[in-house]
């Protein structure tokens, strides 16, 4: 991303020793009144720090996409405020948005009557920016894309894939310092998703933006996110470092791994599970009896099988996601 586009646009990244990118104070939506009232978001409270990659991950109907349209400015928060670099969402809209991307799921990001290029016109000039840098940055976009050959082709004729990559062009044209990504590869191919996530990748660790994402996509998640909240049922359950979250649900059963395809008879008791992949032997044993483990490095010890790395089996993302919404279910 250009660091002369950047300074051209009139966003203003996030100075050290400034406000946090995204700070929720008490964040609440309810529909409804009375027996009808239904409590979409029960109080948020978060602080993103600029540069951070962070998931709001849930099932669906838990409050996700409610909370990014808060935090977007698109739905007025029942109670609490939402501040984007310091600039409250609600009272100064016109501040705040210009810090601000977004690619909403379910939502028409575009607009279909306009090709691909005046919709990166239109929401460049709305943000303020020259025509002349819209026209660059434009172009690099649809290029990274594959688009810019259907730039002056209508959205409304493309398919549902083309108009999510108009959409994300759409929320970086401005290079905006707070980006929020809400479900960015549905309707994606396999390589157009694999951009997005190359993009979030870059612009959180060569620019210094911040990216609020939400996925299904768990593992995408276990990749990207340098912390995670998980929401259920409108409240926040979880908020940690991913790698802590993943920590704390890690087992007492051991891995260990040998720099061996084949493993001498005997060496392995019945009930471990053995894969075998690039070379490398993996053994995963049945129970969490340390005993048990020391007695195998003995084993492989004295069969001479050089013996890699020895870990506690650790969950995916996904896993860790499973068990807290099971057990909010329970």
Known sequence: ????LASAATTGDARPGGPPAIELRGLTKTFGKGKNEIVAVKP???????????GLLG????????????????????????????????????????????????SRNVYWSLTAMQNLLYFGRLKGLRTSDIKSRGEQLLQELDLWERRDQQVGGFSRGMQQKVAVAAALVTDPPVVLLDEPTIG???????????WVIRLARQEGKTIVLTTHQLDMAEELCDRVAVIRRGEIITDLPTNELCNRYAENRYEVRVAVDTLPAGVVDDGSEVTVEDG?????????????????LARLGAAQVPVTSVNQVQPSLEEVFVRLVQEGQR
């Open 59 to 106: 099932p669906n109907g838990a409050g996700k996409t409610t909370t990014i349209k808060m935090i977007a400015g698109l739905l007025a928060p029942t109670d609490g405020t939402a501040l984007i670099n310091g600039y409250d969402i609600q009272r100064q809209r016109s501040q705040a948005v210009r810090h601000l991307g977004a690619v909403l799921e379910g």
């Open 280 to 296: 490398q032997t993996s053994i995963l044993l049945p129970t969490e009896d340390q005993q048990a483990l020391h007695a195998l």
């Open 44 to 54: 948020v409270s978060l602080v993103i720090q600029p540069g951070q990659v962070f």
């Open 188 to 198: 994606l191919d396999v390589e157009a998703a694999r951009t997005v996530r190359e």
């Open 1 to 4: 991303m250009s660091h002369a």
